[in-house]
């Protein structure tokens, strides 16, 4: 089969690498997002499926929006049989889903009909689940809603961070794309519609997410630093010592506690292994931080440095 591949996001990196190495199929396209500045300096560096596309050897394109007359006659001219899309960025439009005559195939990073939209990684563990997975659909003009075709169970384990799980199933995506393409290629491949019922959505994650709601449960505050590590990172305001700028505080890693009750974000302790905050229900242990414009360290070293007393305030 000929196959146009579409991706921009690290977690399509595995993806394409499976398609471009198992010669089963002809690669004949790679669509992704064109190269941003990236860095302080703001260098334009190509993105990670354009680096994966190149050192293949395979042709690249990369339109600033899709969907427009001149790219959808470029992807027309290549005939292609199938369309895969993978973490790309931008919605197709039914004239682009129209080109491939076996279809349009997605990888997203979900048991669908759960967790549709743009970022079903993090908010699985934001919001506490144990198990997610990889699912491969047909795609229609519906936000992740096309038939499901194969899917695989993916346990969420208690160290997981969005990056770490994302990393783990773009990996399971990959292998259980080649084999939904191995069951196009032989007939054999079925599909079922998706039950509305149980769709529940995942939304692009935005900066301000990240910050931390102390009202929240201990747990469920704990689980966002997880998913929302590397981005957007949970952060805070912790009171500052007389004299000093109060400054950002990011925490990459923390744990819920049981605590006495106490109005949320005071520091109910400053000793131990991190700040102990209060929450809405349980207190928040700060374990792994970054204070604005230093390094990574450990909540117990914060601590030390900051001579913060019980009763300081976290915004």
């Known amino acids: 089969m000929r196959i146009v591949f579409m991706g921009s996001a690290e977690p399509s990196v595995p ?20 190269d941003r500045p990236k860095g302080r300096r703001l260098r334009v560096e190509a993105g990670p499926v354009r680096a994966a596309a190149e050192k293949a050897g395979l042709r690249v394109f990369a339109p600033e929006r899709v969907n427009l007359p001149g790219a959808v006659a470029e992807l027309r001219a290549l005939a292609f049989d199938v369309l895969v899309v993978v973490a790309y960025g931008q919605i197709l439009k ?21 967790y549709r939209g743009a970022a079903p990684v993090q908010w699985a ?3 506490g689940e144990t198990v997610t997975g990889a699912t491969t659909m047909f795609m229609n003009e519906r936000l992740d809603a096309g038939d499901i075709l194969l899917q695989k169970p993916v346990a969420i384990l208690a160290e997981d961070t969005g990056g770490t799980l994302q990393d783990r199933l773009g990996r399971e995506g990959a292998g259980l794309l080649v084999e939904t393409l191995s ?47 590397p981005w957007p990172c949970c952060f805070c305001e912790p009171a500052a010592p007389a004299g000093a700028r109060p400054g950002f505080l990011r925490v990459l890693k923390a744990r819920a506690e049981a605590a006495r009750a106490a109005a949320p974000g005071e520091l ?48």
């Open 15 to 34: 993806s394409l690498e499976a398609l471009a190495g198992s010669g089963a199929d002809d690669v004949v396209g790679v669509v992704t997002q064109p």
């Open 94 to 114: 039914s004239e682009l889903l129209g080109l491939p005559p076996l279809g349009c195939i997605n990888v997203h990073a979900s048991l669908l009909p759960k």
């Open 125 to 127: 563990i934001a919001n």
């Open 183 to 229: 069951r196009l290629r032989a007939g054999r491949l079925q599909r079922a519609v998706q039950v509305e019922a149980g769709a529940t959505y995942a939304p692009r994650l935005r900066k301000d997410d990240g910050r931390m709601d102390w009202t929240r449960p201990a747990a469920e505050i704990a689980n966002r630093v997880r998913g929302f590590n």
């Open 268 to 315: 109910l302790a400053a000793n131990g292994g991190g700040p102990l905050v209060a929450a809405g229900e349980g207190a928040v242990r700060l374990l792994l931080v970054q204070p604005e414009g230093r390094g990574v360290m450990s909540g117990a070293d914060y601590q030390r440095g900051r001579r913060m007393a019980a009763g300081a305030a976290f915004r």
